[in-house]
C-alpha cells in the first residue's frame, strides 16, 4: 500500500521521546509489530502512545466488554486487552482471514486467548449477528476498519450500545483532507474514504442535536502523521 501520508521527523522524534519516557510497556507488544511485518501486513496500526490512550480510556472508564472494528495484526487489540479488568471481553472483527491469523497469534503469544474473540467477515455482517446473539450493549467501540463503512458502523455502534457507551473512531482528519471531500484520499488514493469519514462527522453532529451523544474530534500528529481521534460517549 503506497503510504504518501505526510510525516515530520519531528513528529516520529517525539513519539519517540514519549515512549522512551512514560511507555516502558510498549515493549511487551514490539513482538506484534514484527509479526505482523513480516506477515506483509500494511504497517497502518496505532503508534504505542495512541495504543497507551486506548489502554487509559477503557481504565478511565472502567469498560468491560469491548467492541473493535479492524483488528489487523491485534496490535491496537493488545492495548485494549491489557486494561480489561478480570473476566472483561473483546470482540474484534475483521475481513481479511489472513490478517485475523496473524493476529490470533499474537494475542495467544501475549496470553490473551481467553479475553479476545476475533470474528471473521465483513464488519457490517458480523453487526447484524452480533445485534442477532444480543451480544450487546458493549461499553467500549472502536472504530478502524475501512472508513467507507464508517457511517455504518456508527449506526451499529449506536445500536450495540447504553448510556454511558464510549466510542472512538480513528483516522478522520486525514492530513487534512477531511475539508477536502472531492480529493482522493492522502494515503491509498482511493476516492471513497473522506465521503465516508465526513459522512461519519455528519451522523455524529445528527447525534449531537437530537442528545443521543456528546461528541470531539482531536487531531493528533506522530510517527502515522497527521491524522485524528473522534471520542464520543453516549447521552445517559
Ligand atoms: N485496529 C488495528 C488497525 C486496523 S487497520 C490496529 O490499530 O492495530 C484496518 C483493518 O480493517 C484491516 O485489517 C482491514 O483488513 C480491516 N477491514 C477492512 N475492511 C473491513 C471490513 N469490511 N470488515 C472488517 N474489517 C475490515
Ligand atoms: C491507515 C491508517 C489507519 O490507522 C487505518 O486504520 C487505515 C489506514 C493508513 O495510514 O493508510
Ligand atoms: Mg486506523
Known sequence: MPRELRVEQAWTD????????LLPEAADFDFAIQASQTAGLPPIAVTAPQGKLLELLVRVHGARRILELGTLG???????????????????????????????????????????????????????QLAAENAGPFDLIF?????????????????????????????????????????????????????????????LADATAAGRVSATAIQTVGAKGYDGFVLAIVAS
Open 143 to 203: 472504530i478502524d476498519a475501512d472508513k467507507e463503512n464508517y457511517p455504518g458502523y456508527f449506526d451499529w455502534s449506536l445500536k450495540l450500545s447504553h448510556p454511558g457507551t464510549v466510542i472512538v473512531g480513528d483516522n478522520v482528519v486525514r492530513d487534512g483532507a477531511i475539508l477536502r471531500p472531492d480529493a482522493p484520499d492522502p494515503i491509498t488514493g482511493a476516492t471513497g474514504l473522506i465521503p465516508g469519514v465526513r459522512r461519519f462527522y455528519e451522523l
Open 74 to 128: 491485534g496490535y491496537s487489540t493488545l492495548w485494549l486487552a491489557r486494561a480489561l479488568p478480570p473476566g472483561g471481553q473483546i470482540v474484534t472483527l475483521e475481513s481479511e482471514p489472513r490478517h485475523a491469523e496473524v493476529a490470533r497469534a499474537n494475542i495467544d503469544r501475549a496470553g490473551y486467548s481467553d479475553a479476545v474473540e476475533i470474528r471473521v467477515g465483513p464488519a457490517l455482517d458480523t453487526l447484524l
Open 14 to 21: 517525539v513519539d519517540d521521546y514519549i515512549v522512551g519516557q
